[in-house]
């Protein structure tokens, strides 16, 4: 008898419409809903604590309890009152079981009265049951069903099981609502389960809510584990008042094990109908994505245009069909060659404000397309790289500079116990500004490292050579560049050494901590050349944060290299406890100019003075497993204020109970060097804001979710919103209002915003996105970044 009970674990099928479904999704799979281990949720659902058996539960003795025994010879064996049946961690219980075996070695069980079966996955009840333990087949009449430890349960007029493979239901339902609450439910008058396709067909499938019908099918299949299968995705519902409302409903294909697609419809109200479309593929050597988003017409970008001047005014094109185009590849073709794509492209400025993309930003200003091919082993690295910038707005349009293409070589070697490492550039770039110069740059920079290290200590001196050759070729329509020479070459020495150190005491004042003390000095020597003959292409001033202070180079890219006879010098302590579990830092430093620092350009902002020009400060504490606060001063001597400054503290008990508040800072002087640096307009004020964003639970079913930025200097909302999320052991809502802003008066600075308004749904056990907290506190142009996250804040 020790194949009486495995049928049994078929019933569990009947969770079908819970258990877990994947779907591929940036070539991850993407696990269904599953709800979260809510004690108040999960009171009546009945537990296993029997033990798992260590071995295959199939081949554990059976052991059988009753009241009484009855044998009639030869064939059948009667067990009667309070039968107990147990395997493993299996149990059925039953008021008699009768065993009949034929003459043609066919053996049936017939249970009846109070039957009640249970294993880790699942608790049946029933009045009647037989099994044949032959063929594997099981007949179950009248059942309710209830997943163990989880939320889950049904009823069946009739079960019938096959093979150890096929779940036939008859007249079957399953919600996840608790015992005694029937929000809502599924039934269907023929329920097929393939145990080995993880499949699910229903036939006559009815959703009900509140025991009213709201949706007939006449068929409806679904996946039912691990399998991927094609469907339909959670569809998404909101509402904003410039667009109305926007409804869309995902279709899932899963072409093949190793390629799938989603296809999602999309209504918008006051715009049209959007087909969004994307396929994601793995092979051999890599995976990658492919998007297609397309929009026929846009009435209400037609209107909006026309409203405007002139056509092309604010980023307003002539299309009458609107397109987004992205393209995500990682190919690492052999152990040396590799393939990089990332390329996202628009139809116009206003794309990603009017429709939003998950693959773009609204702040980001610009889109990229980028294709780089490249080569490495022990000695090499090489990539060559072709890149496309489209700007988001006409006042970038005709400045981005682009490398069609750029070839990057580095060569690293070992000379004794010196570290030989040469970098290479080869950049052709252009612009589509008509009068802007285009150049040819050859860059080649040798250097010499030798290093001294131990356990507590680090010294490495560093020689080298910065060699650079521009041929630029200036339009003479352009006579506000006419100082720029074609042919430039741009020779530069270069000599640093940085030394590090680390002290370390146990802290008697707090038993269980230890301090470091951890000084930092940097030297840089490179001569001074004139660098007003060249035009900068790929070059802007960088943040001078605490790790910047140890930058070699204030600037990226190669155009711009100041003259540098400067040391660094900072000095930072950090606190451990006795898990080495790092609780406060604080770093303080600054840069001594013995000479000028110059490039010859005078639009410089930094061919300034000699002495100490900049401060700057770090600092982490983590108070508790809840408090976090980070902050970070930047001091500048040339203007004799703060420049830049940010702080950040975040209470955080759990993903649905935060509370976030935030201040960034940045001088107008500090923003006029870098921007009239990049050609751009001065601004009119300091940028000084404070931010708050919370999620906090009112009740146990309810939790409050919002933001506020608010502009001190300019006195005016920057970015805010409000939500409410609803949910309990069944279903859940999620509403939510703010303003997003969408454009801004270039004269007066002044904010356009956009009210937005989203509604969103959720069945308890159907949901694909279980995180509804963190994906509302993205709702806002600033989304939610956690203070608790050690890279906070860098790049």
Not at 214 to 243: E, K
Not at 383 to 406: G, I, M, T, V
Request: charged fraction near 20%.
């Amino acid at each position: 008898m020790k194949k009486l009970t495995p049928t049994f674990i078929a019933v569990t099928v009947c969770i079908s419409l819970y258990s877990p479904n994947n779907y591929a999704k940036d070539n991850k799979i993407l696990k269904q809903f599953q709800p979260q281990n809510n004690q108040r949720c999960l009171v009546n659902v009945p537990l296993n604590n029997r033990p798992s058996p260590q071995k295959d539960i199939n081949e554990q003795p059976i052991n059988v309890i009753s009241d009484n025994f009855k044998a009639e010879l030869p064939s059948k064996a009667i067990y009667t009152g309070n039968v107990i049946v147990t395997q493993g961690n299996r149990q059925i219980n039953s008021d008699q079981m009768t065993l009949i075996q034929s003459q043609n070695q066919n053996r049936d069980i017939f249970l009846n009265g109070n039957i009640i079966y249970q294993d880790d996955m699942v608790e049946l009840h029933a009045e009647k049951a037989s099994m044949n333990l032959v063929n594997k087949e099981i007949e179950i009449d009248n059942s309710q069903y209830h997943l163990v430890g989880r939320l889950g349960r049904g009823s069946a007029k009739k079960m019938q099981f096959t093979n150890n493979r096929y779940l036939v239901i008859k007249g079957g339902s399953f919600t996840s609502c608790p015992i005694e609450n029937k929000t809502w439910n599924i039934e269907g008058s023929k329920i097929i389960h393939d145990n080995d396709e993880q499949l699910l067909e229903v036939w006559d499938a009815v959703f009900r809510i509140a025991n009213v019908p709201v949706l007939y099918t006449p068929y409806l299949q679904l996946p039912t584990g691990s399998i991927r299968r094609s469907g339909l995705l959670m569809p998404n519902f909101s509402y904003d008042s410039i667009s109305g409302i926007d409804f869309s409903l995902p279709i899932y294909w899963n072409i093949a094990p190793n390629y799938d697609a989603t296809f999602t419809p999309r209504i918008i109200q006051k715009r049209g109908i959007q087909l969004q479309s994307e396929g994601r593929y793995l092979n051999a050597i890599g995976l990658g994505t492919v998007a297609f988003d397309w929009l026929q017409y846009d009435d209400q970008y037609s209107k909006d245009r026309k409203g405007r001047r002139h056509s092309n005014e604010a980023g307003y094109s002539n299309n009458n069909y609107r397109w987004l185009f992205h393209w995500k590849n990682e190919e690492q073709i052999n152990d040396n060659w590799r393939l990089t794509v990332n390329s996202t492209r628009v139809s116009d400025n206003q794309y990603i404000t009017d429709l939003g993309s998950k693959y773009a930003a609204e702040t980001d200003g610009y889109l990229t397309q980028s294709y780089t091919i490249g080569y490495a082993d022990e000695n090499w690295d090489i990539d060559l790289n072709y890149k496309y910038f489209q700007a988001l707005y006409d006042n970038l349009k005709h400045q981005l500079y682009r490398p069609e293409p750029q070839l990057n070589i580095n060569y690293y070697d070992d000379i004794g116990n010196f570290n030989f490492k040469t970098f290479s550039q080869v950049s052709h770039f252009v612009t589509s500004g008509k009068d802007n110069p285009k150049t040819w740059r050859f860059h080649i920079e040798p250097g010499l490292n030798y290093a001294l290290m131990s356990s507590w200590a680090s010294l490495n001196t560093e020689v080298g050579f910065l060699a650079t050759h521009y041929d630029q070729n200036v339009p003479k329509s352009n006579t506000s560049k006419n100082y720029l020479k074609e042919s430039v070459n741009r020779f530069l020495p270069k000599f640093s050494i940085d030394g590090k150190m680390i002290f370390e005491r146990n802290i008697n004042t707090f038993t269980g901590y230890t301090q470091t003390l951890e000084p930092r000095v940097k030297y840089l020597y490179i001569p001074y050349r004139n660098q007003s003959r060249i035009d900068k292409y790929d070059s802007s001033l960088l943040q001078s944060d605490y790790i910047g202070l140890f930058r070699e180079q204030p600037y990226s890219g190669l155009d711009r290299i100041p003259s540098a006879n400067k040391i660094a010098t900072g000095i930072t302590t950090r606190i451990y406890d006795d898990d080495q579990v790092e609780k406060f830092n604080l770093s303080v430093g600054q840069i001594y100019y013995f000479t000028r620092s110059k490039t010859g350009d005078y639009r410089s902002p930094i061919d300034k003075d000699t002495g100490t020009l900049t401060w700057a400060t770090d600092n982490f504490w983590r108070i508790d497993n809840n408090m976090v606060f980070r902050s970070g001063i930047q001091y500048d001597t040339r203007i004799d204020k703060i420049s830049l400054a940010n702080a950040i503290f975040e209470y955080r008990v759990s993903e649905n109970k935060m509370a976030q508040f935030s201040y960034r800072y940045a001088n107008k002087k500090y923003i006029d060097n870098i921007e009239v640096d990049k050609g751009n307009i001065p601004y009119k004020q300091n940028i000084s804001q404070f931010g708050i964003m919370t999620s906090w639970p009112l009740t146990d079913n309810i939790n409050a979710v919002g933001s506020l930025f608010y502009d001190i200097d300019n006195k005016q909302i920057a970015d805010d919103f409000i939500g409410i999320h609803y949910e309990d052991c069944c279903w859940g809502v999620s509403l939510q209002y703010g303003r997003k802003i969408v454009d801004w008066n270039s004269v007066s600075r002044a904010s356009k915003y956009e009210n937005k308004f989203s509604i969103n749904f959720e069945l308890r056990g159907f949901n694909q996105n279980s995180n509804t907290i963190a994906k509302m506190l993205d709702f806002g142009l600033l989304p939610y970044k956690t203070a608790f996250d050690e890279n906070y804040g860098t790049k």
